[in-house]
């Protein structure tokens, strides 16, 4: 899976459980119901099923995991392997999740956790003695 697909099925996964909390869940359950629907006809229910669970769950605990980490992240990180599972096996989806990511999920989020609008993708193939210098920001080098 391509560096674009992973940005893609991480952006998504975290953007669907923070809006899970939001008063726009059910229209954020329904697009990514209707994304599973697309490959998975059999599997939609579950899915948004499982939606609803992690929304009860995050609603109704402010626990941490003997790992330290909270329920927030751990939920995330199921959704981010579930759209990178979806991803890798239906790559024909990333236009319709990413229009789902921009339409519907992140129009739930507060300001404060938006994610930024694109994504990053570097690619180098450097030969020889050449030195590659990326960044998707300021960058400052100073060599002698």
Excluded: C
């Excluded at 605990?61 to 599972?85: C, K, N, Y």
């Amino acid at each position: 899976m391509d560096a674009e697909l992973l940005a893609l099925a991480s952006a998504a996964g975290t953007a669907v459980v923070s809006a899970l909390t939001t008063d726009l869940w059910e229209r954020a359950r329904a697009s990514v119901g209707a994304l599973w629907e697309r490959a998975y006809p059999d599997r939609a229910t579950t899915v948004q099923a499982d939606l609803t669970d992690t929304r009860t769950l995050l609603l109704t605990t402010d626990e941490v995991t003997p790992g330290g980490t909270d329920i927030e992240e751990v939920s995330a990180q199921e959704w981010r392997l579930r759209f990178r599972r979806l991803l890798s096996t239906h790559p024909d989806l990333a236009q319709e999740l990413r229009r789902v990511l921009v339409e519907e999920l992140t129009p739930a989020l507060p300001a404060q956790q938006t994610p930024q609008s694109g994504s990053t993708v570097f690619h180098a193939a450097p030969t020889g003695h050449a030195r590659v210098y990326q960044s998707a920001g300021d960058m400052n080098i100073n060599e002698r």
